[in-house]
């Protein structure tokens, strides 16, 4: 079993910078999963944000989301963070984390991750 926690969220202005964490427990060696950020705002869908390999050496964004935000993994910390540059109020959302068994890839597909994190919300005022 893995457990994830996200943490970072927050209250912040358009233009802001937020880093969200997401902390791997568990028997699972963690570091062989993929990772992946999702979001859903109110009345959504789960949105794929970003994702990355069991290396760090495959990632994948969503296209609104490159060059803003930036997807990293510290194994021996089990942690995986996802850096928001330049929020926008339509990157309000509660943002989660996931965990793919499948290490090499990178997929945009919320429904082949094997584990999810509670969530932490993510408001961007303008």
Aim: aromatic share 12%.
């Amino acid at each position: 079993q893995v457990q994830l926690v996200e943490s970072g969220g927050g209250l912040v202005q358009a233009g802001d910078s937020l880093r969200l964490s997401c902390a791997a427990s568990g028997r699972t060696f963690i570091s062989t999963y993929a990772m992946g950020w999702f979001r859903q705002a109110p009345g959504k869908g789960r949105e794929f944000v970003a994702a990355i390999s069991w290396n760090a050496g495959s990632t994948s964004y969503a296209d609104s989301m490159r060059g803003r935000f930036t997807i990293s993994r510290d194994n021996a910390k089990r942690t995986v963070y996802l850096q928001m540059n330049s929020l926008r109020p339509e990157d309000t959302a509660v943002y989660y984390c996931a965990a793919d068994r499948n290490g090499g890839r990178t997929s945009k597909m919320h429904s082949v991750y094997d584990y999810w994190g509670q969530g932490t919300q993510v408001t961007v005022s303008s």
